[in-house]
Each structure stands twice: as C-alpha cells, then as structure tokens.
C-alpha cells in the first residue's frame, strides 16, 4: 500500500522566518501527493498537489512544495511565515492499490508560528 | 452556502445507543467519503461512495452503516456505540473516484463522544 510518513509532530518557527514541513512517501507507480491543512475545529483544506510536470508546486496562502523523486520527498515550505499560518499539516498520497482511489494520510505535524 | 455540511456538529451519547450523522454536498460531486479522526488526530478512511455505490469499505465493524439516499447525500448510522467510537467524524466529496487527480472537500466535522 501507498503511505506517507511526516517525521515532526511539531515545528515552531518565527514569524517571518521560513518553514519548512516535511513529508516522504512510498508508492509504486507514480506518486500523486497533496498537502492539506486542518484548523482547530475545522475540517481540512486543500492546499496543493503534485500529479506530474514541474517538481515545485505553488499553492494556496503562499505555500509551496518540491517534489524530490530521488528523496522520495514532499515538504511543504513558504518563505515566510505568519501566525496565522499555525495550524495542522497533512500530507497525503493516493492510493490505487484496492478497489478505488482513496487518500492516505500521514500522522500530521503541528506548525506553531510565534511572533 | 457551504459545500459539505455534517450535522450534527457535536453528539455525546451513552455506550449502547444507536446514533446517525449526516452529510450533503452542494458542489455536484460524484463520490463522498466518510473519515474517522482519532484523538491523536490520525484521519483514516472508512467509506467512499460513487453515485450511490458502495466502492470503499475499510475494515470497519458492522455496526457502522452508511447509506446514501442519492450522490449528494451520505449519511452513517452507528449502532450500539462503544467509547472507542469517540472521535470526529469527516464527511468528504471530490469530482470522481476513478482518477483521483483532484482535491477532496472536507466538511467541518461531527465529533462523537460516547461515555
């Protein structure tokens, strides 16, 4: 089965600083990766995807991700943080590998941004 | 108007009872999910739906039924609730399940507690 793996639970940064979250996956076949963020008692939203083309994707709030094939990686980064960036941070891939495609998602990691 | 919408937002009930959530899609979607977020916040798969038809079941106890009326509702009815059924409940829509190229729209949560 396709899975994401996100070694942080948290990342604290400072406002204005860049961040960084990371993700790495393992599929078979092609990898179709997304990120998506969760607000406190909020469901989640999309912010980018990667299906094929360029390896860095541009998303929604100024985020953005690289595709890193020979990493198997997928961080998501914005250069700039601000506090109302804090909030909970999915990565997913999609899985083909039973009857329909679904999307998996990693453990979540925590940003906190200070001022 | 919002685009995915679960009542009820909050559902506190006892071991034993039998209780149902609800979901409708306003976006013309073909395929709903239902997602289970556990208190360390990991988000799993249980069901999907494509234009009526059951086409995602995740290893989920019997006593979870979901139905869906027609491709813009998904409801999940929970019989003889047990504590580790406390969580928040996801509803979720996307364009199409045979490709999953595009992004899912999460509705904003039911959470369950059972005492």
């Known amino acids: 089965a396709q899975s994401v793996a996100q070694p942080e639970d948290q990342v604290n940064v400072a406002e204005g600083n860049p961040l960084t979250v990371k993700c790495t996956y393992s599929?078979?076949?092609?990898?179709?990766l997304f990120w998506y963020v969760q607000y406190p008692n909020r469901g989640l939203q999309f912010l980018l995807k990667y299906i094929t083309g360029d390896n860095l994707v541009k998303g929604s709030y100024g985020f953005e991700a690289e595709f890193n094939k020979s990493q198997t990686s997928f961080h998501l980064k914005k250069p700039s943080a601000l506090v109302s960036d804090s909030a909970l941070y999915f990565c997913?891939?999609?899985?083909?590998?039973?009857?329909?495609?679904?999307?998996?998602f990693g453990t979540g990691t925590r940003l906190q941004v200070t001022l | 108007d919002t685009a995915v919408s679960q009542t009820p937002k909050y559902l506190v009930t006892q071991m034993g009872n039998d209780k149902s959530i609800k979901c409708e899609q306003n976006?013309?979607?073909?395929?709903m999910y239902w997602y289970k977020q556990d208190s360390k916040k990991f988000l799993k798969i249980m069901f999907s739906?494509?234009?009526?038809?059951?086409?995602i079941n995740e290893t989920v106890p019997n006593r979870f039924s979901p139905k869906s009326p027609d491709k813009a509702h998904l409801n999940l009815h929970i019989n003889s609730l047990e504590l580790g059924d406390s969580a928040v409940y996801f509803c979720a829509s996307s364009q199409d399940s045979g490709d999953l190229t595009g992004e899912l729209f999460f509705g904003e949560g039911s959470r369950l507690t059972v005492l």
């Open positions: 599929v078979s076949g092609n990898p179709y």
């Open positions: 976006l013309g979607h073909d395929t």
């Open positions: 739906y494509n234009n009526k038809e059951l086409i």
């Open positions: 997913a891939v999609r899985d083909n590998t039973g009857t329909a495609s679904k999307l998996t």
